[in-house]
């Protein structure tokens, strides 16, 4: 059997294509493993290295090269420590205690998660620059290198001693040995011979095999066009959509134009196409993405489906657990797959009634229009847009005159610090920015002192930005580091059509933002001392969206809505009448949508529960939650990426569990009267001193009870809509 030496590592200078080759040279009786070059990067030469409290990244000095040799030698640096600090603990002499065994990986591991995150800003906001290329090139080996930890033994075993001393750890100290035990027992840590052999065997073929899917529904998705040549038949689609899909993009009236299944495309198209049959085209193509009725056999993931199912089921039975579910309630508030089942069933009671009432509705409004046809779900997104104008008669672009961003961010600025405590000052002149339009702002308390901040990136840029709006932590707080945590918040508004005239804001970017910032608070507010449990990091997946939502809550506040408000020519703040109608509109077919939402999330559990085939189950399912029938070529669970190929499996359910403790959190304020000044400011400061700034050093439920006094109730969110 041949002998093999295992090379040292090389400190030659490093290119960006070399930076992560390892490879094997052969020799007549042995093999040289030659590991990762360690790129000659320093602070000084590249600035994606340098680390300092209160000293943000160099955006513009940034280069996609220098992302990759960065990445690579923080990755590099971070396994050569972690190995070392591991060696230590090997030895028994070696005290084990929180400082001696966590303080060192908190303190090595800041770096690289900053030089990732900054990486990882870059390719959402600079794509055509290669930042996309080379993040795509950094984040498995970033990935495995934090993982890294999961896998050791001795760290493990030195995990639980900590652990076992319970009355020396801090509550904070506490929940990151929990962490650390609990993510070393999901990767396997306790199986032994052939259970941990078949372990790695079983992940490295679901992480195929949810690649696979994945890659199938965007190669069938793809090809997809269907081309429209009468300008009638989607002339209210937005300008936006209208200006991607027309061969003429600066003249959108004029044709043909091209219909994709990129998902706003999609949803707009359905929204607006007054035809029928050609609705029914883009609907059955999005539909049966990578389903045998339209994919070739090859890119068909129908026995996908049911391996990634076998598979998970397999690291289930392997932990000890019944059911992939059951494993998946392991990190989420919910707790229990009954506690689960429970918010399903009892809304859908509450919800299916009024979602029969509104489709009934829907179908009458549809025929008394001339459609002679039963609703079918590529119908439903027209007619109900049709209706809401009808009964609404509210207008986006009008409705976007009272939205200048001035006037919108501001605004927020006030509510949050009557809320909380806080303010904000604009300080763009203070840092580097990655484009001109980019705003940056410092986050203090209300005693003036320095908190957080964050860059706010707001309008769109076609082949450069990432679609979407979001709130990205760019850099977590760490005390032992002594970083302050900092945000990007990025968006994707309609740009001004004059240089420096105002940016509109439709409705819905009005909500997004205010949703988005509500996440942001949390990362920014948190005064969780560690990196991994600071702002949204630990918090359980179905609770990750609650503050998000919470905030967004406080829009439809009719005080608050007009505060935010102001056109932008006259000043004048959003017309009752008009408001009222906008309010209105917001809850317009709410039973239909939750129950499609409740729809989803009880196949995501099913599908992780039982063994009956994915195809029989969908049927069964939709029939208990959809007042739409089921079209018999509708093979929507072969594109549902969400479940098989992304990280919500079995946690669908979360955006209702999210939105329904959001429900009863702004209850509280409700309860005291949204009128009395002294009381929700009290309250205000509750919340952030519970929500805002224990993050994920407290479990979500410890959180929920520590503000509301009790544990959570449905009743806030079918008050809401108006369902008792």
């Known amino acids: 059997m041949a002998s093999s030496v295992v090379g040292r590592l090389s400190c030659k200078p490093c290119s960006v294509k070399s ?50 040799t960065g990445c690579a030698k923080l990755s590099i640096d971070f396994e050569t420590k972690l190995g070392n600090h591991i060696d230590k603990l090997k030895d028994q002499s070696y005290e084990k205690t929180f400082k001696s065994v966590f303080e060192p990986i908190e303190k090595d591991i800041a770096p690289l998660s900053n030089g990732w995150r900054t990486a990882k800003i870059l390719n959402y906001v600079r794509q055509k620059d290669g930042f996309r290329d080379a993040f795509v090139r950094i984040h498995p080996q970033v990935l ?36 650390y035990l609990l993510e070393c027992r999901l990767n396997g840590i306790n199986l032994q011979g052939s259970d941990k052999k078949r372990f790695i065997q079983t992940m490295k073929v679901l992480t195929m095999e949810k690649f696979n899917f994945r890659n199938r529904v965007i190669l069938c998705q793809k090809p997809f066009t269907h081309i429209v040549f009468d300008f009638s038949k989607i002339q209210t689609m937005p300008k936006s959509v209208l200006a991607a899909i027309s061969s003429d993009p600066f003249n959108i009236t004029r044709g043909p134009w091209t219909v994709n299944l990129q998902h706003s495309v999609y949803h707009a198209f359905l929204n607006h196409c007054t035809d029928r049959p050609e609705r029914w085209t883009v609907w059955n193509a999005y539909n049966n993405r990578a389903a045998v009725i339209h994919a070739p056999q090859h890119l068909t993931n129908h026995k996908v489906i049911e391996d990634i199912r076998t598979y998970r089921r397999d690291l289930a039975k392997l932990l000890g657990f019944e059911n992939f579910a059951e494993m998946s309630m392991e990190t989420r508030m919910a707790g229990s797959v009954k506690n689960v089942l429970n918010m399903i069933e009892t809304f859908k009671g509450k919800f299916k009634p009024l979602a029969e009432e509104e489709i009934a509705d829907l179908a009458y409004f549809a025929e008394s229009n001339g459609f002679q046809n039963e609703l079918q779900m590529w119908d439903v997104s027209y007619w109900r847009r049709r209706q809401e104008e009808h009964l609404f008669k509210l207008d986006d672009t009008e409705i976007a005159q009272y939205f200048p961003l001035d006037r919108v961010l501001p605004g927020l600025f006030s509510l949050c ?47 450069e930005k990432f679609s979407g709006s979001w709130m990205e932590m760019a850099r977590e707080r760490s ?52 990196s991994e449990l ?9 609770a990750i969206h609650v503050c998000a939502k919470f905030l967004q809550l406080w829009l439809y506040v009719p005080n608050v809505l007009q505060s935010v408000s102001g056109h932008f020519e006259t000043g004048e703040t959003l017309p009752v009448d008009m408001m009222d109608r906008l309010l209105k509109a917001k809850k317009h077919m709410a039973g239909f949508d939750m129950m499609r939402m409740l729809y989803y999330s009880a196949y995501d559990m099913e599908v992780h529960i039982s063994k009956n085939h994915w195809n029989p189950l969908m049927q069964q399912t939709w029939d208990k939650f959809m007042p739409v029938p089921l079209n018999e070529e509708d093979n929507h669970p072969c594109s549902l990426m969400e479940i098989f190929s992304d990280m919500q499996a079995a946690s669908l359910y979360g955006h209702k569990w999210s939105e329904m403790i959001a429900a009863d959190l702004f209850a509280t304020f409700e309860e005291v009267g949204l009128d009395n000044e002294e009381k929700i400011k009290a309250l205000g400061r509750r919340f952030r001193d519970t929500y805002l700034s224990l993050g994920g050093g407290v479990s979500a439920s410890e959180v929920f009870r520590r503000f509301r006094g009790r544990d959570p109730s449905l009743d ?6 108006g369902v008792r």
């Not at 495995?144 to 995990?159: C, F, G, I, P, Q």
């Not at 990655?434 to 769109?460: C, I, M, P, Q, R």
């Not at 302050?484 to 004059?498: A, G, Q, V």
Request: one cysteine or more; a negative charge; glycine letters at 4%.
């Open 19 to 68: 930076a992560w080759k390892t490879s094997l040279r052969y020799a007549s009786n042995a093999y040289y493993v030659l590991l990762p070059e360690i790129p000659p990067d320093t602070p000084d030469t590249n600035p994606l290295l340098k680390h300092e409290n209160r000293l943000f990244p160099e955006f513009s000095e940034i280069t996609a090269d220098q992302c990759v």
């Open 144 to 179: 495995r290198a934090k993982n890294e930890r999961w896998v050791s033994t001795d760290l493990y075993n030195a995990a639980k001693e900590v652990g076992a001393d319970v009355e020396n750890l801090t509550e904070f100290q506490q929940r990151l040995v929990d962490m």
């Open 417 to 463: 610090s009557k809320l909380f405590g806080i303010t904000f000052k604009e300080c763009t002149s203070e840092v580097d920015v990655w484009h001109e339009d980019v705003k940056f702002y410092n986050v203090h308390d209300e005693n003036g002192d320095y908190l957080s901040s964050f860059f706010f990136d707001s309008t769109a840029r076609p082949m």
């Open 479 to 530: 005390d032992l580091s002594g970083t302050n945590p900092y945000s990007c918040l990025i968006m994707n508004l309609t740009p001004p059509r004059l240089k420096n005239g105002p940016i509109l804001m439709e409705f819905s970017d009005v909500e997004r933002l205010f949703l988005e910032f509500g996440h942001g608070l949390q990362q920014m507010l948190t005064k969780v001392p560690y």
């Open 534 to 542: 600071a702002g949204q990091r630990n918090i359980e997946w179905d």
């Open 716 to 721: 806030a969110l079918q008050t809401y809509y």
